[in-house]
C-alpha cells in the first residue's frame, strides 16, 4: 500500500512540470487562432502569457527532481508552437501579408530557424556557458515579435514603416542561429554590495514597465537585441585588428 501510494506521488511529481508545458502549448495555439481572426493584442499577450508558463515549467521540474528527457523533448515541442509558429503567424497577419510571398518567406524563415536554435541548444545542454545564451532564445526572440507588433498597433505613426518591421524579424531569425553571446541573467553576482544596485534597476525597470509596459517593454528586448549584436561586431573587428597585428 506504501509502495503505491509513494509511486502515485512520483508519477504526479512528473505530471506535475509537464502540465505547464502543455499549457504552453496551449496558449501557443489560443494566439494562432486570435491571429486569424485579426485579434493581434490578445495574440500578443497570449505569447507573453506562454512564456510565463514555459520558464514555470523547468524550475518546477528542478525544483521536485522531476527532469526527465520526455519532459525536455515535450518543452521543446510545445516551444516550437508557442514561441516559432505562434509569433510568425502573429507577424504574417498583422504585417507580413502585406509584402506577399516575401512576407510569407520571412516568417516560415522565423519558424525554421527557430527550429534549428531549439535544437542546436538540446544538443549543446551540459556544453555551453551557463551565464551566456549563443544566439537569440527562441522565448526572447518571441516576445520580440510580440512587443513589436503591440508597439506598432499602439502608434499610429508607425504606419508606413512596416518594411523596418520585415527587416527586423529577418535579421531577429539569423540571430537565433548565430553565434552572438547574450547574457542570460541566470547567474546574477549577488554579493552584498551588488544587492542594492540590482534591486534599484529593478524598480527603476518595473516602474516604467507600469508607466509605459508597450513602450518600456519594446525598448527593452530591442536593446537586448542590440547590445548582442553590437557587441558581437565590436569583438569581431578586435579579433580582426589583433589578428593584422600579428
Request: with cysteine.
Amino acid at each position: 500500500m506504501t509502495n503505491n501510494s509513494s509511486n502515485n506521488k512520483l508519477q504526479l511529481m512528473y505530471i506535475f512540470p509537464n502540465l505547464f508545458t502543455a499549457a504552453s502549448a496551449f496558449l501557443g495555439v489560443i494566439s494562432i487562432i486570435s491571429s486569424t481572426n485579426g485579434q493581434f493584442e490578445k495574440a500578443a499577450v497570449y505569447i507573453l502569457l506562454s512564456l510565463i508558463f514555459d520558464g514555470l515549467d523547468g524550475r518546477v521540474a528542478r525544483m521536485t527532481n522531476a527532469t526527465s528527457k520526455f519532459g525536455a523533448e515535450f518543452d521543446s515541442l510545445a516551444d516550437i508552437v508557442a514561441f516559432g509558429v505562434a509569433p510568425a503567424m502573429l507577424f504574417y497577419f498583422s504585417v507580413g501579408h502585406m509584402y506577399g510571398k516575401l512576407g510569407s518567406l520571412l516568417c516560415a524563415m522565423y519558424v525554421v530557424f527557430g527550429a534549428i536554435r531549439l535544437a542546436r541548444f538540446n544538443v549543446m545542454i551540459g556544453v555551453s556557458e551557463p551565464s551566456v545564451f549563443i544566439g537569440v532564445p527562441i522565448p526572447t526572440a518571441a516576445v520580440v515579435v510580440s512587443m513589436w507588433i503591440l508597439f506598432y498597433r499602439e502608434h499610429a505613426f508607425f504606419q508606413g514603416f512596416e518594411w523596418i518591421m520585415l527587416i527586423g524579424i529577418g535579421v531577429l531569425s539569423f540571430l537565433m542561429v548565430s553565434n552572438i553571446r547574450y547574457p542570460s541573467f541566470k547567474k546574477i553576482d549577488m554579493k552584498k554590495g551588488h544587492i542594492i544596485k540590482v534591486l534599484v534597476y529593478l524598480v527603476i525597470v518595473f516602474s516604467f514597465l507600469y508607466i509605459y509596459p508597450i513602450e518600456a517593454g519594446t525598448s527593452l528586448v530591442t536593446a537586448y537585441l542590440a547590445y548582442g549584436l553590437i557587441r558581437g561586431c565590436y569583438n569581431f573587428i578586435v579579433a580582426k585588428s589583433h589578428k593584422n597585428l600579428v
